[in-house]
Structures are given as structure tokens and as C-alpha cells.
């Protein structure tokens, strides 16, 4: 499987360090110029080449890491060439101040790019995930929470076993109406976060939840193959 990174910001970069090392030469990653973002995979010192935009969207998974103004205008222009692929949405539908939002209550940034994209299969993932926290996902002996949603119950499972190398706890966050709760939590722990000096390293974890937050009868399985000594 095939995944493209789109956009050479901070999330950009972050992720691709991320899905690198979980599978090297199986990631693509590009921006509005190649060889700026040649330039960035060199000063990340990975070793894979920036293709073109047209290059990326051939992969299996897209990840825009666009702000969510952009977002929906790039998704109508590439609606073709985005049909029948998974699409992660990272974005969050943040105003120009960071406090408060330009959806309403009752849809999301995910939700709003589904309608966007009908044929292709949008996915919420690392909306919670602040650029630094890819540096170090585990503070204070836990893990950073990502938490996935999706309307299809396989494009869901699929994106998890995706995302399950990686130094994260994954999380199945149901259908994609979750999106709106998750956005409104990172919003709320910026907030928190600002207030307590720790800004920028953000992100949520759920406590109580065992073996990734499995349900119940799975984690008796879990934990029946890997007990405790």
C-alpha cells in the first residue's frame, strides 16, 4: 500500500518522518513546489526522492496536510483523480484566532470533505496530534492518543492496521460524525494548554482503555495471548 503525504508545513513533516519509518520507500510526499520538498526530505535525511503531485495521488492513501480553508477548494479540483482512494483529514476547521471554529455544530472538517469527495473514503485521523508531538509521542509514560473515524467500518480497520506500527496508541473512533467531537476536544486542550505553558506539545489520552482500546471481549483474547508475569 501506497501513501501519500501532501504539503511540506509542519504536520507535513511530521508525518512523513512518521509513516517513513514505518515504511520506507512505500511513502511518497510532495508540495506545491518538488524541489522545495526535495529540500525537506534532505533536511530530514530520509532517503526517498519528491514526486509530483500527480505522482502522489496514484497512492492508496492521501494525506492532505492542508489548512482546512484550503482544503475543500484542493479536494473539488482533484475529485477525479482522488476517487476510490482513502483520504486521511488531519485538518482542524480552526478560525484566523485559533478560538473557535468556521463549521457549525453539527458537522466537521471530515464530515465537510466527505461531501466534498462522495467517491473516495474520508478518514479523521491525527487531528489531535500537534506537529511537535511526532518528535516524541509518549510523555510522562503515555502513549499520544490518535483516534480514527470513518463512516466504512473496513476503510476504518484498514487506516488502524496502517497506523498500527507507529509509535501511537490507535483508537477506533466510529463513524465519522466523531469528528466533531474530536476537533472541539483539540480546540479545548489548545486552550488548556496555553493556560498551562505547555503549548504546543498537545494531545489527549484517554485513560482506563487496555490493549488499544479494544472491546472488552477483545482484550480477555489480548490479554489471555500476553499475560502478565
Known amino acids: 500500500m501506497k501513501v501519500a503525504i501532501i504539503g511540506t508545513g ?10 517513513y519509518q514505518a515504511y520506507g520507500q512505500n511513502v511518497l510526499f510532495t508540495g506545491r513546489d ?11 535525511g530520509l532517503s526517498i526522492q519528491a514526486v509530483t503531485l500527480e505522482e502522489a495521488l496514484q497512492a492508496d492513501v492521501i494525506i492532505p496536510t492542508l489548512w482546512f480553508s484550503d482544503l475543500l477548494p484542493w479536494a473539488q479540483e482533484h475529485k477525479e483523480a482522488l476517487k476510490g482512494k482513502i483520504v486521511i483529514d488531519i485538518s482542524n476547521p480552526f478560525n484566523e484566532n485559533f478560538d473557535d471554529f468556521t463549521t457549525a455544530y453539527d458537522t466537521s472538517a471530515a464530515e465537510e470533505l466527505q461531501k466534498v469527495i462522495p467517491a473516495s473514503q474520508v478518514v479523521t485521523a491525527f487531528k489531535n496530534t500537534y506537529w511537535v508531538v511526532f518528535d516524541a509521542p509518549v510523555l510522562q509514560g503515555l502513549k499520544s492518543d490518535v483516534y480514527v473515524a470513518s463512516n466504512s467500518d473496513q476503510t476504518r480497520e484498514t487506516v488502524m492496521r496502517l497506523l498500527k506500527p507507529m509509535p501511537f496508541r ?10 466533531r467531537t474530536i476537533e472541539r476536544m483539540t480546540l479545548l486542550s489548545s486552550e488548556l494548554a496555553r493556560k498551562a505553558g505547555s503549548h504546543p506539545r498537545i494531545s489527549f489520552n484517554l485513560w482506563g482503555l487496555e490493549h ?18
Open 212 to 229: 488499544e482500546g479494544l472491546p472488552k471481549e477483545k482484550q480477555d483474547k489480548a490479554a489471555a495471548l500476553n499475560p502478565v508475569s
Open 170 to 179: 490507535i483508537l477506533d473512533a466510529g463513524l465519522l460524525k466523531n469528528s
Open 10 to 19: 509542519r504536520m507535513g513533516k511530521g508525518l512523513l518522518k512518521t509513516f
Open 34 to 44: 518538488v524541489a522545495h520538498a526535495q529540500r525537506t526530505i534532505e533536511d530530514l
